[in-house]
């Protein structure tokens, strides 16, 4: 991002004066800052966007609209109207608690302002220096929530200010500063500060530190705030939250589509019906209810109708379903990090099922494979090797070989060169010694040096402090520089690859391709881009070295439009917020590089290896939960109004109901309401050991084998058929002289159904099943009998029969028998595991134990934590940066504001530092 700033970014924002301790003449930002989705004003307007853009949401509003013309729906005007606000809200709530982390928050600095900073915290605005504690006003930021570098850059004042440093001083000053407006440029900035009585200064980027930087090895600092709020540049640089669907949204949205065009038809094939019944028949029968003869309001019935083909209680179902799914992830003790207070956290709950079907896997090397702490463990001298590596299941990370000392002791042959090791481990380095008390603390430029000079200490040679010229250890200290090149791959280079690979282009191979930044900018051009790709694509990892956040992004960005798969990225730094937010799936680690990930991404974990279980387990759950939760809403709707498809055919196409309106109208909101909850939130095709241990279960979701068209409309075609049998088949009894109650076993029927497609039965999922069954066959009966007790539902009396019982179950039974033929003869690798677990002894390890040491299944061990109170860290996400357990000390920029020699030398360790008044 570095070079001049643009004609068009400073055409985006005036010039700016700002006068010291004066009042200002032009009206600038306050420092408010807010990086929620939502605020006040736009909630409305970009919520109703996001949910709009959902097909059923579309279609239900459409059919409320039609509700709303006089006379033309048969089943009132508030029927669809009142059922879908009530979705919204939930839908709104729901976002509002998501978006709740990202608090608004407000720092009271002002532009003008002369602001003191001290070491640790982080700055509130964007400011140009006047003085620090440090030598020629000198003063050291980590920029890591900026652009996630975590080595230090060190920013200096002016020597005209310098000496500015008690507070009279600083209320004398008078002047202004002219300098350019807002922008998004973090490594620029032109002003000019023009102090009375004297000649105007140039100010650079060099004397500017941003908001969002942290202060470090400095004691304090001041400076003049000249950019505040949205105006800083860390805002300036921000990106509002994307609005991501997942692929099973897309694809739901897209069967929706389908079977709006699937009712229109049938909405088309009843009225063209209804015209010729009334054409044959000449008048309207006096049993029915007034019929249109109008060809265009018959339409708008039908559809009205036939509208909860598409399940109105799909939406409201999948967002609690998603929400609690959340909440397990938030939740889950494995992935809890203890050291730091850190729990999982699912930023929001729209992309559960899209952790399920990952294959494409995005991640940032530095603080997210790594953990940016580093620990001297090994080290070769003269061609002996000293220390090992602990085993896998060790926790220490120190150096332990008592060989190094007895060899210098024992006077090894080796002996002068392990003393010249350990003297230039102390002494070749930038690092400044810090005492509190006699406890000497190192701060270092980078954790690979602190290290180094922690692990010479360990081994007795101590480094104490140093001055302008000289080191002050047990030892004699040297110059050591080392000089490093990289060399990248050529457009020949790919080219030449990809020939090589012949018939194995675009196949997975075991192989990996190495390619650096500088090669990238090519390989990304368009003229390579393609070739690059498929040479991506044919290997099993790509490694790229020192690449920009923008080619990071544009990585992400060219394997998500060309291939057709869930994209993931992951990473802990502010360089790493583009790709995160390019991906299908963001995730953010809580590592040493600020907070700045963590808040942009759409889950976030601790640690790296929490990503195994979030996507092998939860997202797998999740995907299997939501897929079943969806094909279930659609099965029990499909046959049911399938059902008011067929009575039309027998009653003339009249538009009457066949179900009392009652019982239709509880249908998805009591009887059939348990079961979708109960598959979207306690369903699992095998346990989270048996998911681990077999990674292979995963290219199930990952393939979306349980959620496609050819599944979805096989889903619908056995609605059809049920449909059929619990229509016609109970018609043909009633031409024979026996009695039928449709409702009746329509809802046994779809209850039994839910029964077959659950796997893990636990206590909720029969109380679901059985408990909506029984709840059913109550209501029908005490329904059945009140009138004219209670003046409602004539038409209900005596309906309850032993005959009616006896075909129901008969019915039900042939309903729901066919899937069977499946489960039984075709074993999937799937089924297999299932197997597996039943017959396996070590079952039993899989249980838990509460405080009474009775045993408990996963999801009863699940539940008992809903009561407990979630970590505060969870509404953490305000803060900008955990404290990070080691300090940085000096720049590692090759082209700083002050040279490396030039730093080094202006410290004496020996003295203390002068403090502000």
């Not at 400073?10 to 990086?35: C, G, H, M, W």
């Not at 939930?90 to 982390?101: H, Q």
Request: charged share 15%; glycine share 6%.
């Amino acid at each position: 991002m570095s070079g001049a700033t643009s004609s068009a970014d400073q055409a985006e924002a005036a010039a700016r004066t700002i006068y010291l301790n004066q009042p200002q003449q032009s009206k600038f930002r306050d420092n408010r800052v807010s990086t929620a989705k939502y605020s006040v004003v736009t909630f409305l307007p970009r919520f109703l966007y996001e949910q709009i853009r959902k097909a059923a949401n579309a279609f239900f509003l459409f059919i409320a609209l039609l509700q709303q013309i006089p006379d033309v729906s048969p089943t009132g005007r508030y029927t669809t109207l009142v059922p879908l606000l009530f979705i919204l809200t939930v839908a709104g709530i729901k976002e509002i608690i998501e978006d709740y982390v990202s608090i608004i928050y407000l720092i009271w600095e002002t532009v003008g302002d002369i602001v003191k900073v001290t070491n640790g915290q982080h700055l509130p605005a964007d400011m140009i220096i006047v003085s620090s504690s440090e030598p020629q006003a000198m003063c050291y930021i980590e920029t890591s929530n900026l652009d996630g570098e975590t080595n230090l850059k060190i920013r200096q004042g002016l020597t005209q200010t310098a000496s500015l440093q008690s507070r009279e001083d600083l209320m004398k000053v008078s002047g202004k500063i002219e300098c350019e407006g807002p922008n998004r440029h973090l490594y620029d900035f032109i002003g000019n500060l023009r102090l009375d009585g004297q000649s105007p200064v140039p100010i650079g980027p060099d004397q500017i530190l941003l908001r969002g930087a942290q202060l470090r090895n400095t004691q304090w600092v001041l400076g003049i705030v000249v950019y505040t709020g949205h105006d800083t540049k860390l805002m300036q640089n921000s990106t509002k939250a994307p609005l991501k669907r997942s692929n099973v949204e897309k694809v739901t949205n897209m069967q929706i589509l389908v079977l709006f065009c699937i009712l229109l038809v049938m909405a088309l094939v009843s009225s063209v019906g209804a015209l010729l019944w009334n054409r044959t028949h000449g008048e309207v029968i006096w049993y029915l209810e007034e019929l249109y003869v109008n060809f265009g309001y018959n339409l708008l019935t039908f559809i009205i109708l036939y509208n909860n083909l598409i399940p109105i209680s799909l939406l409201v179902t999948l967002e609690v379903v998603k929400f609690t799914q959340a909440l397990f992830i938030n939740w889950d003790i494995d992935m809890y990090y203890q050291e730091t207070d850190t729990p999982a956290m699912a930023r929001t709950s729209n992309l559960n099922e899209e952790l399920g079907q990952v294959k494409y896997l995005f991640s940032d090397k530095t603080g997210t494979l790594t953990c940016n702490i580093m620990n001297f463990k090994k080290c070769s001298i003269a061609g002996v090797t000293y220390g090992q590596l602990p085993p896998s299941t060790s926790e220490s990370c120190e150096f332990d070989d008592p060989r190094l000392l007895q060899n210098i002791e024992s006077d090894h042959p080796t002996a002068a060169h392990i003393q010249e090791f350990l003297t230039l481990l102390a002494v070749c380095h930038t690092v400044v010694p810090e005492r509190d008390e006699n406890t000497i603390i190192y701060q270092a430029s980078s954790p690979d040096e602190g290290a180094l000079v922690k692990g010479a200490k360990k081994l007795g040679y101590i480094f104490t402090g140093r001055t302008p010229h000289s080191v002050i250890i047990d030892a004699v200290s040297r110059a050591c520089v080392v000089y490093s090149k990289m060399v990248g791959a050529t457009r020949a280079t790919l080219t030449h690859h990809c020939t090589n690979l012949g018939d194995s282009l675009g196949k997975e191979n075991d192989i990996a391709l190495i390619i650096d930044g500088q090669t990238l900018k090519y390989a990304l051009s368009f003229e390579v881009r393609q070739c690059f790709l498929d040479l991506a694509l044919s290997c099993k990892a790509v490694i790229c070295c020192r690449v920009s956040p923008l080619q990071k992004s544009e990585i992400v960005d060219m394997v998500k439009k060309h291939v057709n798969a869930i994209t993931l990225a992951i990473g802990d730094g502010a360089n790493d917020v583009g790709m995160i937010q390019t991906a299908h799936v963001g995730v953010g680690i809580s590592g040493n590089e600020g907070m700045q990930a963590t808040n942009s991404s759409d889950y976030s974990i601790a640690q790296f290896s929490y990503l195994e279980k979030l996507l092998l387990v939860h997202g797998a759950w999740s995907y299997n939960r939501v897929t079943k939760c969806i094909l279930y809403c659609f099965y029990k709707n499909v046959v049911l109004y399938i059902i008011e498809l067929w009575f039309a055919f027998v009653n003339g196409f009249s538009g009457q109901i066949l179900f009392e309106r009652w019982c239709i109208g509880l249908y998805n909101v009591i009887f059939t309401a348990l079961p979708p909850f109960t598959l979207g939130i306690f369903e699992r095709s095998c346990t989270q050991d048996s998911m681990l241990r077999f990674p292979q279960l995963y290219k199930i979701t990952q393939n979306a084998d349980g959620f496609n068209t050819r599944v979805f409309w096989g889903h619908c075609i056995n609605a059809l058929i049920h449909s059929i049998i619990l229509f016609w088949f109970p018609l043909k009894v009633l031409e024979h002289g026996n009695c039928f109650i449709i409702s009746n076993y329509v809802v046994v029927t779809v209850c039994l159904k839910a029964g077959l497609e659950t796997t893990a039965w636990t206590k909720f999922s029969h109380l679901a099943v059985w408990g909506s069954m029984l709840l059913w066959l109550v209501f029908f009966g005490v329904y059945s009998a009140i009138w004219p007790t209670i003046p409602i539902a004539p038409d209900m009396l005596g309906q309850v029969s032993f005959h009616a019982w006896i075909w129901e179950r008969l019915v039900s039974v042939l309903s729901d028998c066919s899937p069977l033929a499946k489960h039984t003869y075709h074993k999937t690798l799937l089924e297999q595991v299932q197997e597996l677990e039943t017959k396996s002894k070590e079952l039993g390890k899989a249980m838990l134990r509460d405080s009474n040491g009775k045993s408990l299944n996963e999801r009863d061990h699940l539940l008992k934590r809903l009561g407990r109170k979630t970590p505060p860290s969870l509404f953490r996400a305000h803060s900008v940066q955990q404290g990070v357990p080691h300090g940085y000390a000096f720049s590692q920029e090759e082209h700083g504001v002050v040279s490396q020699s030039q730093v080094v030398r202006s410290y004496d360790t020996t003295k203390q530092r002068a403090g502000v008044e």
